[in-house]
């Protein structure tokens, strides 16, 4: 009479494993559908954004990057390609960020010397800066140089300014 019973409960547990495997695989393709087909609410107001910044000794002063108007930029990815003369000179590029009116925060980027060709300074960088204005500047350390340019690219995305923000 035992073992009948013991029969009769793993039967029930092999049934109810049965279920659940069979249950899982058909569940988690449920799953994967809903979140292919879920519609992401914040998708549909951001916008592809990408700037490009031309900076040296001529036009020493910051450069600014136009956001339209209501947009709020969010950088992502920035790129700087430049070249100083000197040896001895660090160029370092600035981003200045404002959100809402308020003063600009300053985020420096230190791009690094080439091994092979002296002068020539690069850095791709993942970022993460809001800002409602934007410019870019750029400044040295070491020795004062005759000749420094850099070029920046700037990507990311705009979203809409809600009134709340």
Not at 41 to 60: E, G, I, T
């Amino acid at each position: 009479m035992a073992w009948k019973r013991t029969m009769v409960a793993l039967t029930a547990v092999a049934a109810v494993v049965a279920l659940v495997s069979l249950a899982g695989p058909r569940r988690a393709f449920a799953d994967a559908v809903s979140a292919v087909l879920m519609r992401d609410a914040d998708l549909p107001a951001r916008q592809p954004f990408q700037a490009a910044v031309a900076v040296n000794l001529n036009n020493f002063s910051n450069r600014p990057v136009h956001i339209p108007e209501g947009k709020r930029l969010v950088i992502e990815y920035v790129t700087i390609a430049g070249a100083a003369c000197c040896s001895g000179t660090q160029p370092l590029i600035l981003l200045n960020a404002s959100l809402s009116g308020a003063p600009a925060t300053s985020y420096y980027l230190q791009p690094s010397q080439s091994d092979v060709a002296q002068g020539q300074f690069y850095r791709s960088e993942l970022v993460k800066i809001y800002a409602d204005q934007l410019s870019v500047g750029f400044g040295w350390s070491g020795y004062t140089p005759n000749n420094l340019a850099a070029n920046i690219a700037i990507s990311g995305h705009l979203v809409d300014i809600t009134p709340e923000q």
